[in-house]
């Protein structure tokens, strides 16, 4: 029996390993995937539950070939090794700068702040590409991803200036201050507090916590209450309020908070009387929740959701293709088919969001499946496999299958828990 391509497989429209590629010198045949025209998507639009088609973009098709090769003399030249999980723990500027030279940072933004006005699908070839290579991109993720969206829906002119044009030349680094030591997914529950001084500024105090990168980025928009909550059941969500915080004022304090790995990704940031200048304010006083709740759209709604351990599957593809044994060749074709719809499910987002749709609904559940999926990998190849996990080993299916164990417990937490996620979906459908 021949041995399956394994490139044609995993990359029918996307996910090449640039490794593999490299090797073959051969473009991975395209498998007969469906693609729908403008007026397929005409004839059905979005709803709740149902997401109108992603149509083939080929200004992304075009970007996606240009980070291939990117990726791949990148590999070749050393300057990465292939990781999992390195949209969390891969920190590393002098690539995040790479990146926005090419123009790969704030890709829809417009031009006056640094951006290059292209499309969500455009970006999000770009950024599936890098998820698959497993490339070093925690540095800039969480800035280009959320933080900058934000201010260019909420922020003042001064701030969208200063700031946007340094987040798409990759650097400047922001973290998300939402998360408190008693305080996860009953969010409106935090304590941090922030008050008015005489001058006009703010005097934050208390603590954040599970803050990824803390210590490698420049601010962090935090979330803190401002002002009393409200009467009734909704009543928390008011009297909460978004900061812009330069996380070098005095006062500031980043204890690490060290991952089963033994790496350092996360962080306790404790405030201590920090005098933050009053027009750091976000947005409108009083107004957090409900710009939180739109920040969050943007955290739950890319591919990282179920991208996190694609080089532990790529590895594992590699071996069945070498092995051709039965049990591995069938976990290989089960997981091949969820990680190709999932994909379908995630490209309809971005497309929605092309549209100017708000698709937080099906991006909690493409979240949800996508965080399981990802676990569901290590369990599937673990069972088919003889392989002893090592984080030092040479050989890549074992590093992996390491590394995506020790970063397992946060997939289906980070971003709001899968529990919370059903929930949301549960009150969008009028069940709750
Ligand atoms: C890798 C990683 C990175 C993170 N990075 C950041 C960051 O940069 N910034 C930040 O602010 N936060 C960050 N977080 C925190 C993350 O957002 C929280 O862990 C998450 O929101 C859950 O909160 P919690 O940990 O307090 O758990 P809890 O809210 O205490 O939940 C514990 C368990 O109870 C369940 N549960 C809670 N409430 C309900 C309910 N109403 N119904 C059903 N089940 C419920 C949850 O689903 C969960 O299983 C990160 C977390 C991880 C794992």
Redesign the pocket.
Known sequence: MPAPDLAALMAPRGFSDPAASHNQQQAAPALPVPCPTESDVDAMKSSPLTLAPAPRSEAAEKVRAEVREFLTSELEAGTFETHVDTW?SGVDPAFSKKLGERGWLGMTWPSKYGGHERTAQERYAVTEELLAAGAPVAAHW?ADRQSGPNLLRYGTERQRAEILPRIAAGECYF?????????????ASIRTRATRNQAGDWVVNGS???????HHSHYAIT?VRSDPPGEGPRGRHQGLTQLLIDLSLPGITINPIR?LDGGH??NEVVFDDVVVPGDMLLGEQGAGWHQVSAELAFERSGPERFLSTLPLLVAFGRLAAETLDPAQLATLGRLSARLLALRQLSLRIAAALDRGELPDLPAAMVKDVGTTFEVDIIDEIRRVVDVVPSLDSDDALARALAEAQL?A????????????L??IVARGLGLR
């Open positions: 969390l969480i973290v998300i201050g939402m998360s408190e030591p008693d305080s996860g997914s009953d969010l954040k916590v599970w803050t990824s990168n803390a979330l991952i990704h996360f970063h417990p946060g997939y289906t937490l980070r971003g709001g828990t899968n529990e919370i059903r929930g």
